[in-house]
Structure formats: structure tokens, C-alpha cells
């Protein structure tokens, strides 16, 4: 059994362990505070923020031995500059997503139960940025 923050450390720790597999561009988290044109992400940047969707009891049992399950989602986004590194970003999107697919954190104690790239597309008004985000679903059981 894990909780929120062990399971968000995890993510967070294999993105940055990782980072040769997406160029070693930069990585932000939630509220860093984070300017791409003058913090080193002129080429690119890579955006992490995790959030509990939900949860609910799994098991009956005495307060302090119930299992309560809550499921959550990481939103990994992989920032380029408009029209440059065509193709380029998709295969870091993909290699994102393959730092998490089930079977890597079977031992972590919190389930990923899919990796997903979704739709890519501009950032912002100007334009400036093309984004692609992967979305890792998980679950976590605590006692309560």
C-alpha cells in the first residue's frame, strides 16, 4: 500500500530518472515556477502535475483496516517549439509513455492501469508552443 504522495514521487523520480529519453529537456511540476525562454527551455520542455480524481471503499473491516482505493491521473505534457522538431515529439510522447506502462511499478504499490498519448496541438493564444500530452491513470489503496 502507498498514498498520494508516494505514488506522485515515483512518477515524478522515473520522469527525471528518464530524461535522456525525451532529449533531457527541461522538467517542470506543478507550480514551479518555470519560464521556457530564459530557464533553459528554448528547445522544449517537459510539464508533470498529478491529481487525485476519486476514491472509495474497497473492503469492510474496523476504522484503521479498511481498504480505501482512490484513483488518480498523471498529465505529462511534452512542450516544442511550433513547427520545429516535427516527428521528434511524438517519439518522446511515446517514450514517455513507455516509462509507464503497467508492468513498471508492479512493486511501487499503486497500480497504473493505462498510458495513454492524447492529442497534440498548440499552446496559448500566440501559438508559440506545440504540446502532446500522456495521461497515466492510477490507482492507490490506504488503510483508514
Not at 60 to 84: E, M
Request: glycine share 12%; with cysteine.
Amino acid at each position: 500500500m502507498t498514498n498520494y504522495v508516494q505514488a506522485a514521487a515515483a512518477i515524478r523520480s522515473r520522469l527525471e530518472a528518464n530524461a535522456a529519453a525525451f532529449g533531457n529537456l527541461p522538467i517542470t511540476f506543478g507550480n514551479d515556477e518555470f519560464d521556457p525562454e530564459t530557464d533553459g527551455g528554448e528547445k522544449g520542455w517537459v510539464y508533470c502535475k498529478i491529481g487525485v480524481l476519486n476514491g472509495k471503499q474497497v473492503s469492510l473491516g474496523q476504522a484503521g483496516h479498511r481498504d480505501f482505493r482512490d484513483w488518480a491521473q498523471a498529465h505529462i505534457w511534452i512542450y516544442v517549439p511550433s513547427n520545429s522538431l516535427v516527428g521528434a515529439v511524438e517519439g518522446y510522447a511515446m517514450a514517455v509513455r513507455d516509462l509507464y506502462l503497467p508492468e513498471a511499478f508492479a512493486t511501487q504499490g499503486f497500480n497504473i492501469t493505462s498510458a495513454t498519448i492524447g492529442e497534440g496541438g498548440p499552446d496559448g493564444a500566440s501559438g508559440r508552443w506545440y504540446g502532446v500530452p500522456i495521461i497515466i491513470a492510477f490507482n492507490f489503496d490506504t488503510l483508514k
